[in-house]
Nanobody, 115 residues
Framework: QVQLVESGGGLVQAGGSLRLSCAAS????????MGWYRQAPGKQRELVAR???????NYADSVKGRFTISRDNAKNTVYLQMNSLKPEDTAVYYC?????????WGKGTLITVSS
């Protein structure tokens, strides 16, 4: 089994910044693709950003230029630096790790951006 624990969420004013962390533990056998997703109230979960095992990244259009995903392979941790936050970024943010065609999810961390 693989466990993912997100941290760093909270309440922030529009224009502010937050940094999320996701630490993976358990039966991790290689450097795996990881990503951040979010789900706003009444909406479907959507991709925010993802990073491959080789470090390539891609982002949702809505966060390009504002969010940066990175990883520390030695710590099995992925980060999401979020700048210039907007009220529409308010959501529960989830971390995902993919290993051997199995997706593992964290429990999520809530980010609320006030206007």
């Amino acid at each position: 089994q693989v466990q993912l624990v997100e941290s760093g969420g909270g309440l922030v004013q529009a224009g502010g910044s937050l940094r999320l962390s996701c630490a993976a533990s358990g039966n991790i056998f290689s450097i795996n693709p990881m990503g951040w997703y979010r789900q706003a109230p009444g909406k479907q979960r959507e991709l925010v950003a993802r990073i491959t095992s080789g470090g390539s990244t891609n982002y949702a259009d809505s966060v390009k230029g504002r969010f940066t995903i990175s990883r520390d392979n030695a710590k099995n941790t992925v980060y999401l630096q979020m700048n210039s936050l907007k009220p529409e970024d308010t959501a529960v943010y989830y971390c995902k790790l993919s290993q051997y065609d199995i997706d593992y999810w964290g429990k999520g961390t809530l980010i609320t951006v006030s206007s």
